[in-house]
Nanobody, 125 residues
Framework: VQLQASGGGLVQAGGSVRVSCAVS????????MGWFRQAPGKERTFVAL???????SYADSVKGRFTISRDNAKNTVHLQMNSLKPEDTAVYYC????????????????????WGQGTQVTVSS
């Protein structure tokens, strides 16, 4: 299973950007997919997830600004990020798992079996 993250880049505060995660070797329609981020000198933390059923969950810090979605035909997951803030600056990682749909598991690093390489998002003030 391989996950390839893309998108991101440099954006001004208040702007928008979309990052994507193309998956090969496993169908995302039978996987729970997550996005995490890691700022310099900080731990990797949960951002958003989309369950195999289509349900979504978000970290409080991004709720109302970020939207996770998926394109089953392209086996790709997207994270649309709006109203960006400098504190959103981080490397964004996508992850996939076949683990059960338990929120307390899927919001942790250990809840995922496969990880992408990450893509940088930098928000300037």
């Amino acid at each position: 299973v391989q996950l390839q993250a893309s998108g991101g880049g440099l954006v001004q505060a208040g702007g928008s950007v979309r990052v994507s995660c193309a998956v090969s070797g496993r169908s995302i329609s039978r996987s729970n997919m997550g996005w995490f981020r890691q700022a310099p000198g900080k731990e990797r933390t949960f951002v958003a997830l989309i369950r195999w059923s289509g349900g979504t969950s978000y970290a409080d810090s991004v709720k109302g600004r970020f939207t996770i979605s998926r394109d089953n035909a392209k086996n790709t997951v997207h994270l649309q990020m709006n109203s960006l803030k400098p504190e959103d600056t981080a490397v964004y990682y996508c992850a996939a798992t076949a683990k059960p749909n338990i929120l307390t598991v899927l919001t942790t690093l250990g809840g995922y079996d496969y990880w992408g390489q990450g893509t940088q998002v930098t928000v300037s003030s």
